[in-house]
């Protein structure tokens, strides 16, 4: 069986009707769970479809942990794959069915994005190298002074070739299909991170016993808003986390972190 699941927090049914229709279309989804973490009732829940699976919580969890819930439930009703999905995320069914071939054809995956793209149809550089505290200073810097482009479009890995699965360090959480397997091996999402670094942290650690690939021959829109660069809450929230993570794989002596970059680099270069 295969699942998936969306994490929801104030989110209008119509635009989340529109999701779920093209998630279950694809005739591929045996159960979607659906994780409300908004602390009040926005709006009574109608479900019309037995494979969908609504949780509410009584209180905002996070991310993660609200993934964890649904991850959980994969695993008792022996799913094998999983699709980790935002509320703000438009795509076509055949995009679920491409993702579930391409795992199926790769037993050696344990996680996988496809492009990521904008409403405007421009390409979201999620994929990343692994990050040091340098490279997100920078990265916050050149979005005030663009002056360090050459270093941004080397750690967003910018030049990745077109219809093909690449081997990339960070998946984003937005979009990805995961193995379960992978995740029996190295563990859930740390529950530590409220938001952001939950899916760096994820993909660190299947990398180290699975690919963890992106496939530009498939897309989906994402409707990204940049939070933490607008609004100081999810600011700190970002520097929260951002020292939670470093605190576990290191701030400045990470040889992994150095060994998984290099490697990246070759092979993005050689394609």
């Known amino acids: 069986m295969f ?42 829940f109608k479900i019309n479809d037995d494979r969908i699976i609504y949780i509410k919580n009584s209180t905002n969890i996070g991310f993660g942990s609200a993934h964890n819930i649904a991850l959980k439930l994969a695993i008792d009703n022996a799913s094998t794959l999983h699709f980790i999905v935002n509320p703000d ?104 991170f409220f938001l952001y670094f939950e899916d760096w942290d994820l993909s660190r650690r299947i990398s180290q016993r699975y690919r963890t690939v992106i496939n530009t021959s498939v897309y989906v829109v994402h409707e990204y808003n940049s939070g933490a660069n607008r609004n100081i809450k999810l600011f700190f929230i970002f520097l929260n986390s951002a020292i939670i993570y470093f605190r576990k794989w290191g701030f400045l002596f990470d040889s992994y972190r150095t060994k998984i970059n290099k490697s990246t680099l070759n092979i993005v270069s050689s394609e």
């Open 89 to 192: 995320i438009h795509l076509k069914s055949n995009v679920i069915v491409d993702l579930i071939h391409s795992m199926n054809s790769n037993k050696e995956i344990g996680l996988m994005m496809p492009n990521i793209l904008n409403e405007d149809g421009s390409l979201q550089h999620l994929p990343k190298l692994l990050p040091s505290p340098f490279s997100l200073l920078v990265r916050k810097l050149n979005s005030i002074f663009p002056i360090f482009t050459k270093y941004i479009a080397k750690y967003e890995l910018r030049d990745l070739p077109e219809n093909k699965i690449v081997d990339i360090p960070i998946v984003s959480g937005c979009f990805s299909i995961l193995r379960i397997d992978s995740i029996k091996e190295v563990g859930l999402f740390d529950e530590r």
């Open 3 to 44: 699942t998936a699941s969306i994490v929801l927090y104030n989110t209008p049914f119509s635009k989340l009707n529109n999701l779920l229709n093209s998630i279950l279309d694809s005739g591929k989804i045996g159960q979607l769970y659906l994780i409300d973490n908004c602390p009040v009732d926005s709006y009574l």
